[in-house]
């Protein structure tokens, strides 16, 4: 019956418990800070530009990864060198840092980054997608819920 009521309140099949939280929580602490309102509505938000270098770094690092791969393969996973490592923490230390800092205080937790992959897709037939591999779609709330009623 919670179930129930938490698709008829909340649009979704979260805990009862966890709709009522999570709705608290944005009208209490979440109150006297808009930087981070198109997250809340929409499930992501754009927080900055990433300088190039670091991007060109890591494309060319990918690049002379997948050179003499078979032509078969549809992804290739970067095999994490130090330079890559350093491209990713200058990344994380420098235009995500006020963002990190931010969201810490938010949600009163230490946020730190445990593990990373960066994969390249290639020669991929479009008729070859299925449940298990596909293109990746980002839904807004709002539409993720009509979704969900359908």
Not at 47 to 73: C, H, V
Not at 122 to 135: M, R, T, V
């Amino acid at each position: 019956m919670q179930k129930n009521i938490s698709l008829d309140l909340f649009q979704n099949t979260n805990s009862l418990q966890n709709n009522l939280f999570n709705f608290l929580y944005r009208k209490i602490i979440f109150k006297n800070d808009n930087s981070y309102e198109c997250y809340l509505k929409n499930g992501y938000q754009k927080i900055g530009n990433i300088d190039d270098k670091y991007i060109k770094n890591i494309i060319r690092d990918l690049n002379a990864q997948s050179q003499n791969i078979p032509k078969t393969t549809t992804q290739i996973k970067l095999k994490k060198n130090k330079n890559t490592i350093t491209d990713v923490k200058k990344i994380i230390d420098g235009p995500l840092k006020t963002h990190l800092k931010n969201l810490e205080k938010i949600f009163n937790a230490s946020i730190k980054l445990s593990y990373f992959e960066i994969i390249k897709n290639y020669h991929i037939n479009l008729g070859d997608i299925n449940a298990n591999q596909g293109p990746l779609h980002i839904m807004r709330y709002p539409l993720n819920k009509q979704t969900k009623k359908k």
